[in-house]
């Protein structure tokens, strides 16, 4: 299980970078200011040669990638609600490197994604143990006629 989630661990590292890159990449190209052929192909042409956008989409798939080879081996209910760990490292990122004001009940927020991180992966290795651990023979008394 600890390859599985130092797997899981590098993935949700790329989406996290990779959602920086793509916010600031946006950022970059602007907003759309009236939806005509012209300014669509500027939007297009502009994501095309960013270099922040492309990295961010880079990182994405690399995080996708990771994502279906995890999903071939384990559990989809012990993969997927890890995944939301990806929320911490990205609301760090966002304060660390974009420098977003995070407010504390959004903080709070965060420390119940994690608890219930926490909590999926309780329970997996509970399920480990019980595999591992051989089940008791109870050998009962023949009855007497």
């Given at each position: ?98 420098h977003e004001e995070i407010p ?42």
């Amino acid at each position: 299980m600890s390859k599985i989630l130092l797997l899981l661990i590098a993935g949700l590292v790329c989406e996290a970078i990779g959602v920086v890159f793509l916010s600031q990449g946006l950022k970059q190209i602007g907003d759309i200011k009236v939806v005509t052929g012209a300014e669509i192909w500027r939007v297009v042409k502009a994501g095309a040669t960013n270099r922040n956008l492309i990295l961010g989409v880079a990182l994405e798939a690399a995080f996708f990638l990771v994502l279906l080879g995890l999903l071939s081996r384990s559990d989809v209910s012990f993969i997927w609600p890890l995944t939301a760990i990806g929320f911490v490292l990205t609301t760090l990122a966002a304060k660390w490197v974009l420098h977003e004001e995070i407010p504390p009940l959004r903080w709070a927020g965060v420390l119940l994604i994690m608890l219930g991180a926490g909590l999926i992966t309780w329970t997996e290795k509970a399920k480990e143990r019980r595999r591992a651990t051989p089940e008791a023979t109870v050998n009962s008394p023949k009855s007497a006629p």
